[in-house]
Nanobody, 121 residues
Framework: QVQLVESGGGLVQPGGSLRLSCAASGSIFTIAAMGWYRQAPGKERELVASITNGGVNKYADSVKGRFAIFRENAETAVYLQMNSLKPEDTAVYYC???????????????WGQGTLVTVSS
């Protein structure tokens, strides 16, 4: 079984910073890509940032220049550094990973449980 565990959400003032963490564990052969999505109340889930094995990063226009995504720990962990946070960044943030399972070599699209980020004064 493969799972993602997120941490790092919380309450922050506008202009502040937070770092979200996501660790993958379980029967993993390889992780093709990892990313962060968010869902604000009353809105659809949207891509915030993603990173592939080849190091290709992708960002939503609304976070470019403020957020940075990177991977560590043999690339089983992904982080989202969020700077210059705005109230409109308030949402539940979800980690996502495209994983090939160790034993079956099946392609899995795995989601974390979500972590709440609230930007408010």
């Amino acid at each position: 079984q493969v799972q993602l565990v997120e941490s790092g959400g919380g309450l922050v003032q506008p202009g502040g910073s937070l770092r979200l963490s996501c660790a993958a564990s379980g029967s993993i052969f390889t992780i093709a890509a990892m990313g962060w999505y968010r869902q604000a109340p009353g809105k659809e889930r949207e891509l915030v940032a993603s990173i592939t094995n080849g190091g290709v990063n992708k960002y939503a226009d609304s976070v470019k220049g403020r957020f940075a995504i990177f991977r560590e720990n043999a690339e089983t962990a992904v982080y989202l550094q969020m700077n210059s946070l705005k109230p409109e960044d308030t949402a539940v943030y979800y980690c996502n990973a495209e994983i090939v399972e160790q034993r079956t070599y099946k392609y899995l699209d795995i989601w974390g449980q979500g972590t709440l980020v609230t930007v408010s004064s």
